[in-house]
Nanobody
Framework: QVQLVESGGGLVQGGGSLRVSCLAS????????MGWFRQAPGKEREFVAL???????FYADSVRGRFTISGDNAKNTVFLQMNSLKPEDTAVYYC??????????????????WGEGTLVTVSS
């Protein structure tokens, strides 16, 4: 019933920008902590960004200042605007949702719902 569907991944040059989207169904994003994790080849899935139901945002140190998370309640969609992309940003990006209130220490084990991911590749 709950489904998170990511879109917008692709290939982009270093220094470029990309926006990925997460369309949620079966849950209202305004009632959840919504965010993004990513997993690069050979690495653990890591927290990227979070937006709480009241609009506060949190970011991993590696992306702060470059990425912006936002939500559109009318569309029930969460976005991640990625600017100044670096090759090390290359990863599968996963949309995530938790009914609990999360923060910058959000761990993957505390995610209630996952999307299937969208691949972002940043070339050098």
């Amino acid at each position: 019933q709950v489904q998170l569907v990511e879109s917008g991944g692709g290939l982009v040059q270093g220094g470029g920008s990309l926006r990925v989207s997460c369309l949620a169904s079966g849950l209202p994003i305004r009632g959840y902590s919504m965010g993004w994790f990513r997993q690069a080849p050979g690495k653990e899935r890591e927290f990227v960004a979070l937006i709480r139901s009241l609009g506060s945002t949190f970011y991993a140190d590696s992306v702060r200042g470059r990425f912006t998370i936002s939500g559109d309640n009318a569309k029930n969609t969460v976005f991640l605007q990625m600017n100044s992309l670096k090759p090390e940003d290359t990863a599968v990006y996963y949309c995530a949702a938790s009914l609990a209130t999360m923060g910058a220490s959000w761990k993957s084990r505390r995610v209630d719902y996952w999307g299937e991911g969208t691949l972002v590749t940043v070339s050098s």
